[in-house]
């Protein structure tokens, strides 16, 4: 809203009849007059809103008198002198208003001499400012206008008066009705509860229900046994049970309980009895693995402390009665044991206190030993007990498969006392004996020293396997390979004749046998039978060094030996087949390459099988819960040397074990026995340098039918060391108690003449 102030003229009303007056809202806004604009016309003002409402508040005022007021006739024209007086006054914005404006005294002195075409004048002009006809009547103004310095003052608001607060009464009916809204819609939720538990979905919720109110038990598979060949029992599953407590039920008679069970408890002390027979809680184990004998003698004691504990109460109130002995339990908990103790200890293994595999064959085979675990889910009461009669579901296990070992037990037993004594005649840090058969490549002893009993506490490095996951350098047993390379590659035969120096050299390092000497004639029998390093370089180089690789893997080095054994190792051989001359001449005698023993007896058992390689087998069959036997399959073999080549090499070994040879003490009275020596030096782990040695013999017999092929290494032996010293009379035994106890009779074949020497002569 727009006010006038200071010297403004009045506002221009709507509605004029002028070409320019038309469209108002188009038209600028005029300046603010200055000083200097009182002499001058000044240019109208917009009417505003307020203006414009008051003037039609006096237009309806006016109407409304000319209406209640009677029209003058023609005989009184002297009442339209107001109106005539009111239409002279010029209208605002006029030329005459203006006048009036800038000398408003001057006004008042000459309006009465007005003449009558001055006030016909007049009347145009008010009827200009009146605007367009509308029927209307001008509207009367004041002849005095308000000071035109100050802005009109804003009307007054009216105070209205808050009407005192009342009291508002309440609405039975609204509130009843409200009260049953409320009922019906809480009635609504229990009526579709109703109906979801009823008929939507009632099975699932009484599932739920017989869930909250059952217990399941644990129904543990027997775990497969272990046996050997002749179904031995290696490791077998006990029935044992777990006595449990509930302390809540235990704490007022703790002390007679600890009384019976400590003196029956292993591995358990008083203490610790009666601390746990006294905590907090409603469960608490207090042994496991205790055989039903022992928990056997637990009840009858108690039970006869209960009855004499009732003879006492007996006419006593109760409150003075003494309690029975109560709250110990029993849970099953099966136990694996060891019916034979030490005996293949490292290769059986051991299980955890969860019963699962933890080494050997128990922590290899576990999946199939183990079986499936069954459940019997009981309904309880409150307390925890079965409720007689009540539903109850019995999900049976499913046992584990046993295991049948190509392993003969006595033999095995024979093989671990032997090399028991050998390690502990030479103080050396371990020994190995593998007896394996030649036909089908069943490991019929693997025996290593130290072991361990599993039936008695032990630590985790009792636990490894050193025939199979401990690698060393052959030393010259794997001169019976490389000469059985030669032989198949047509390079040497028996009469093969070589000069042999005391010494060769070989990419700036000098090799040497084992004794001193000058030249000597050798044939390649006495190379083996001497077990010449310089003889066996001297042959070697006849052989291309990639087809001497492909040899070598052939025979199974470098590759895993398909048992499947936890931890075992490979061994190393350098890789590729472009290989320097050196690494060449030292792999030919044994030095620069690592097997496991298992590895090369299975090596030395191609030869003796006529050149055709058998994968070692340690499981023979696998033994459902009705005892059926499942085959076991292995690798199909493989030849790898020719059957001349395997029968070549296996005269040169028989040489080996003659009088002239380095191992006489292998020969067995009335068999023709063939093996080979070997020592070897060997890297002390974590240096990187050589500073130890292992002693081995490998042979197999009969030489001309051979049945079995035995292995012996000994470990860092103390004192001379030779492989025909230490583990020729170990072999010798060995094989003796296999030949006799499998009844492979003696062929009758005398050793052989076999000459190792030659003289230009014999050129």
């Known amino acids: ?11 221009r009303k709507r509605g004029g009849t002028s070409g ?26 917009p009417e505003s809103t307020r203006e414009r409402l008051l003037r039609k508040a006096r237009e309806e005022q006016q ?91 804003r009307p007054k608001k009216r105070k209205v008066k808050k009407p005192p607060r009342t009291l508002r009464l309440g609405r039975p009916t609204l509130r009843l009705r409200m009260t049953l809204g409320v009922m019906a819609f809480v009635l609504s939720l229990f009526a579709g509860r109703l109906v979801l538990l009823q008929g939507v979905d009632p099975d699932s919720y009484a599932q739920a229900a017989a869930t909250e109110n059952a217990r399941t038990y644990l129904l543990p598979a027997n775990r497969g046994a272990i046996t050997d060949r002749n179904g031995v029992e290696l490791a077998v599953t006990e029935d044992a049970v777990a006595i449990v407590a509930d302390p809540q039920q235990t704490k007022p008679v703790a002390q007679q309980l600890t009384a019976i069970l400590a003196p029956k408890l292993t591995g358990t002390t008083s203490a610790k009895l009666l601390a746990a027979l006294t905590g907090k809680g409603r469960y608490t184990r207090l042994a496991r693995w205790v055989s039903p004998t022992v928990w056997s003698s637990i ?76 459940e019997a889910i009981y309904e309880v009461d409150a307390k925890g007990n079965k409720i007689p009669n009540a539903n109850h579901t019995v999900q049976e296990p499913k046992p584990g498969l046993g295991v049948q070992l190509t392993l003969d037990t006595d033999l095995q037993y024979f093989a671990e006392k032997r090399i028991e004594d050998t390690v502990k005649q ?43 996951e401990r690698s060393f350098e052959p030393g010259s047993v794997q001169k019976v390979v490389t000469m059985a390379a030669l032989a198949d590659a047509g390079l040497i035969d028996l009469n093969t004749k070589l000069k042999v120096p005391g010494s060769i050299d070989v990419q700036r390092r000098t090799i040497k046998d084992h004794w001193p000497h000058g030249t000597l004639n050798l044939t390649i029998s006495g190379v083996i039978a001497k077990s010449s390093n310089v003889g066996t370089i001297v042959a070697a180089q006849k052989m291309p060094i990639a087809q001497f690789v ?36 030292n792999v030919a005698f044994g030095q620069g390459l690592s097997v496991n023993a298992v590895q090369e007896a299975a090596a030395v058992n191609a030869v003796a099988n006529g050149g055709v390689y058998v994968p070692p087998k340690l499981v023979r069959n696998y033994v459902d819960a009705n005892g059926t036997l499942i085959p076991n399959e292995t690798a199909p073999p493989r030849r790898v040397v020719s059957e001349k080549a395997a029968k070549e090499v296996t ?49 197999f017999a ?22 025909g010293l230490q583990g020729g009379p170990v072999f010798r035994d060995v094989m003796s108690y296999a030949l006799q106890k499998y009844v492979v009779p003696p062929t009758g074949a005398a050793q052989p003449n076999i000459p190792l020497t030659w003289t230009d002569k014999d050129r």
């Open 550 to 585: 492909k040899y070598l893997h052939d025979f199974g080095f470098g590759e895993p030996t398909g048992l499947n054994f936890p931890g075992e190792t490979k061994g190393r051989l350098a890789p590729g087949d472009e290989w320097p001359e050196i690494t060449r001449s």
């Open 299 to 374: 009840q009858a004691e108690i039970k006869a402390a209960n009855k004499s504990i009732a003879e006492q109460n007996k006419g006593l109130p109760k409150e003075q009665q003494a309690p029975l002995l109560i709250g110990l339990y029993t849970e099953q908990d099966p136990i694996r044991s060891h019916p034979n103790g030490s005996i293949a200890a490292t290769l059986v293994g051991v299980t955890g206190d969860d019963g699962k595999g933890q080494s050997g064959l128990e922590y290899g085979l576990d999946q199939k030993l183990a079986g499936k675990n069954g």
């Open 426 to 468: 030479y103080k050396a840090s371990a020994g190995t004996v593998v007896v394996m058969d030649v036909k089908s490549g069943e490991l019929m002893a693997l025996a290593n020293y130290p072991s361990f009993d599993p039936n008695k506490p032990y630590t985790p490095a009792d636990l490894k396997n050193p025939a199979l």
């Open 1 to 11: 809203m727009t006010d006038r102030r200071g010297d403004e003229p009045p506002p």
């Open 20 to 45: 320019r007056d038309k469209d108002p809202a188009r038209k600028a806004q005029p300046r603010r007059p200055s000083a200097t604009d009182r002499g001058r016309a000044v240019p109208p003002r």
């Open 651 to 699: 005269t040169m070994m028989e040489a080996v074990t003659a009088k002239k040879g380095t191992a006489p003490q292998a020969a067995i009275d009335g068999y023709l026995v063939a093996g080979k020596t070997g020592t070897a030096q060997q890297v002390v782990p974590g240096t990187g340098k050589y500073g130890a040695w292992a002693t081995s013999f490998a042979g």
């Open 702 to 723: 009969p030489a001309d039918n051979p049945r079995f092929v035995t292995y012996v290494v000994l470990h860092d032996p103390q004192g001379a060391r030779g492989g």
């Open 63 to 153: 109407r409304a008198d000319a209406a209640a007021t009677p029209r003058p006739t023609k005989k009184a024209p002297a009442k339209k002198a107001p109106a005539k007086k009111a239409a002279a006054k010029p209208a605002a914005g006029t030329a005459d208003a203006r006048k009036q404006t800038a000398a408003p005294g001057a006004a008042k002195k000459t309006a009465p001499k007005k003449t009558a075409a001055k006030k016909t004048a007049a009347k145009r002009t008010a009827a200009r400012s009146a605007g367009p006809a509308t029927g209307r009547r001008p509207v009367k103004k004041s002849a005095k206008r308000p000071p035109q310095n100050r802005p009109r003052p």
